[in-house]
């Protein structure tokens, strides 16, 4: 919000065909960067939500997106890269709070729908589910904390600010299990962005305002 009131190492590909499907692959993300790129982000949250960080290769994650695990190199550098990638939140988190308190909590819905939509998955139920040792769950709930929960509690007012922020944080995250649960083609399948915000946000809303 811009203030508080207004708002690893490479995987050489082998000869014959393998190369050539890899060079195509490569080619073709190379075309569309950023498609490219998004896809290998989705894939890499896909992998490292579902199986510990040592399981997870750059093979996989490259199979995942339909790229080569040459250009994932390329685009972060390791698996490392990727995962600290993978869990920062910040650019989902600029999103989801780039309105002002009075009409934050429709926003807030409006803004989950359409990024699931748009990153075919939530952006924050990887904080929950993720299977990870202990020490890769505690880095990705404290970045989550970080850049979601305080930075929304730094820009509410009036008592109970980091309560009702972490209250918040958790209807977000409800309202993304509940989609991925009963609407996983979608939250239109049923009932529009618009309703689901007609009935979701005055919850969300009178947590921002504290009243």
């Known amino acids: 919000m811009s203030s508080t009131e207004d708002s690893l190492t490479a995987v050489p590909a082998t000869a014959g065909t393998e ?3 890899e060079a195509a ?19 890499a949250r896909r992998a490292f939500t579902l199986r510990p960080y040592g399981e997870v290769t750059m093979r996989g994650i490259a199979a995942d ?12 550098g390791s698996k ?32 989950m729908v359409g990024l699931r939509d748009r990153l075919r998955g939530d952006p924050l139920l990887r904080v929950v589910f993720s299977l990870g040792i202990e020490d890769e769950r505690t880095l ?12 929304l509690a730094a820009a509410l007012t009036g008592p109970d600010a980091q ?8 209807q977000l995250l409800g309202l993304g299990a509940t989609l991925s649960l009963h609407r996983p083609d979608g939250a239109g399948s049923h009932a529009g962005p618009e309703r689901l915000a007609d009935l979701y946000a005055p919850g969300l809303q009178r947590l921002i305002d504290g009243a």
């Open 25 to 43: 692959a490569a080619a073709g993300a190379e075309t569309g960067a950023e498609t490219g790129r998004e896809a290998i982000v989705r894939a």
């Open 19 to 21: 190369a050539g499907g």
């Open 163 to 170: 309560l009702r922020a972490e209250l918040i944080a958790g």
């Open 140 to 151: 990705l709930r404290a970045r989550f904390r970080e850049q979601v929960t305080d930075r």
């Open 80 to 111: 490392e890269a990727l995962f600290n990638t993978v869990v920062d939140f910040r650019a989902a988190a600029d999103e989801l709070f780039a309105a002002a308190r009075p009409g934050l909590g429709r926003h807030l819905v409006l803004t």
């Open 65 to 76: 997106a339909g790229v080569s695990p040459s250009l994932i190199v390329k685009r972060f």
